[in-house]
């Protein structure tokens, strides 16, 4: 499965982005898709997560009520809407899929996650 994120870019504080990520699997709907974000020098987090059929949805505190994942699996294709940036959003953002269920307790684990894509870069500006 490859992945390709993009989306990413230069936001001033209070805007809004929507990344998206393109699966090349025809079997996209059997995925579980995740986004994670990474500031260089620091450890890469989770953001959010999406069920197969996109019923089930999981945030990170930190962007709870913000940012917001779907999915339209007739397009393959992941999204992440994000709203209220701010400076602290900034982080180079990667999609990932997982052939596991989400369980309570690991859908924000990296280790579950087997596909990564590239990574698109949001800068939020103060």
């Known amino acids: 499965v490859q992945l390709q994120a993009f989306g990413g870019g230069l936001v001033q504080t209070g805007g809004s982005l929507r990344l998206s990520c393109v699966a090349s699997?025809?079997?996209?709907?059997?995925?579980?898709m995740g986004w994670f974000r990474q500031v260089p020098g620091k450890e890469r987090a989770a953001v959010a997560a999406?069920?197969?059929?996109?019923?089930?949805?999981y945030y990170a505190d930190s962007v709870k009520g913000r940012f917001t994942i779907s999915r339209d699996n007739a397009k393959s294709t992941v999204y992440l809407q994000m709203n209220s940036l701010k400076p602290e959003d900034t982080a180079v953002y990667f999609c990932?899929?997982?052939?596991?269920?989400?369980?309570?307790?690991?859908?924000?684990?990296?280790?579950?996650?087997?596909?990564w894509g590239q990574g698109t870069l949001v800068t939020v500006s103060s």
């Open positions: 990932a899929a997982r052939n596991t269920a989400l369980y309570s307790g690991d859908y924000f684990q990296e280790g579950e996650y087997d596909y």
């Open positions: 699997e025809h079997t996209f709907s059997r995925l579980n």
């Open positions: 999406i069920s197969r059929i996109g019923g089930t949805t």
